[in-house]
């Protein structure tokens, strides 16, 4: 909020131009998308739009006219180089808009992007669990559920507080150990009323791998996101180097390729860890992104930790200038 107001009086009053010119900083800033559209009416997770088509084309325009946009592939000369302003822009999950809207729109911006796909939603496609938990919240014929083993009070899902409950509900799925999840799943079908969604449920929500072979010839990176799309520190070392090598044989079975970059499910610092790391570096991954921050000077640069900053429909812009002129600021 206050990044918001912040950037509204630095792009009034002329000053975000002036400090852009000043204020030194060098440095690599990843963009992060999951979907291009309008949520509209939809029952599944409208979290999960980052941007109307319009608002995506004078992003990467604006991107482009600041920094130098590059691709994984570049960061070796990048970061020898230790010197210079660039953007990276990546999407996560592999949603089938991003072949409908957003491949247009980077071709015809001539900029190449990294989509980071789980590799089990390609190959058998169903509704992943956020969009299955608003699912239930919204096709609910309840105003609200109890569910006393999670939360200590029952949670209201009458409108307007629909959406702070898909919230409330998804925040709880990832703090719990991978293994309670799917008990977790079946307490909300039951307690919503709604049941588990059918199968076919997702069968058109994501890219195929004919759309993905499209997308590597058009210039843009794939890379992996896991086969499932846990919480990986929360799962057992052996399950974890699963969704990383069986991410990784997929990608290179389906595109003749392997696997050099990754992007970690959820994301924040506590989504991966050591173990994460081995299995990574055991899959032949180059450079793993995770999902905060957003900005990483040359002097602190992880190759397993490359931050990234969410972008998401309230970013007005702004605030979306701002942080691409000033990402030591806002990033
Ligand atoms: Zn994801």
């Known amino acids: 909020m206050k990044k918001a107001v912040a950037s509204r009086l630095l792009c009034r009053s002329g000053l975000r131009r002036l400090l852009h010119r000043t204020a ?6 990843t963009l992060n998308y999951h979907r291009i559209g ?27 006219a600041q920094l130098e946009i590059i691709d994984p592939a570049d960061l070796p000369r990048v970061l020898a180089a230790k010197r210079g302003r660039y953007a990276m822009i990546t999407f996560d999950d592999g949603y089938r808009d991003n072949h409908a809207t957003a491949l247009p729109i980077l071709k ?38 109890e569910l006393p083993s999670c939360f200590d009070a029952p949670i209201r899902f009458d409108e307007p507080h629909r959406e702070g409950a898909v919230r409330r509900l998804l925040r709880k799925y990832k703090e719990m150990p991978a293994d309670a999840t799917a008990g977790y799943l079946d307490a909300l079908a039951a307690v919503t009323g709604t049941g ?16 993905l072979r499209e997308m590597k010839a058009a210039g843009m990176t794939i890379g992996g996101h896991t086969v499932t799309h846990p919480v990986l520190s929360r799962m057992s070392a052996q399950d974890q180097r699963h969704e990383v090598l069986e991410c990784g044989r997929r990608l290179a079975c389906e595109l003749g390729e392997p696997m050099r970059y990754f992007s970690y499910p959820v994301g924040n610092a506590n989504a991966f860890d050591q173990t994460t790391r081995e299995c990574l570096r055991e899959a032949g991954v180059s450079y793993a992104f995770s999902y905060y ?11 397993y930790d490359v931050p990234r900053v969410a972008i998401e429909t309230e970013l007005d812009t702004d605030w979306f200038r701002s942080l691409v002129t000033l990402p030591q600021l806002f990033g």
């Open 24 to 29: 030194r900083w060098s440095g690599v800033l």
């Open 293 to 303: 921050g957003g900005y990483r000077r040359f002097d602190a640069w992880d190759d």
């Open 108 to 145: 015809r911006e001539g900029v190449t992007a990294t989509f980071f796909v789980a590799t089990g939603f390609i190959d058998a496609p169903r509704l992943p669990w956020w969009d299955e938990i608003a699912w239930m919240v919204r096709t609910s014929r309840q105003d609200g559920l």
């Open 38 to 64: 309008d949520a509209l009416d939809s029952n599944f997770d409208r979290g999960l739009w980052s941007a109307s088509a319009d608002a995506f084309s004078e992003q990467i325009r604006f991107c482009k």
């Open 196 to 211: 588990r969604c059918g199968a076919g449920a997702g069968e058109r929500l994501w890219m195929t791998w004919d759309m």
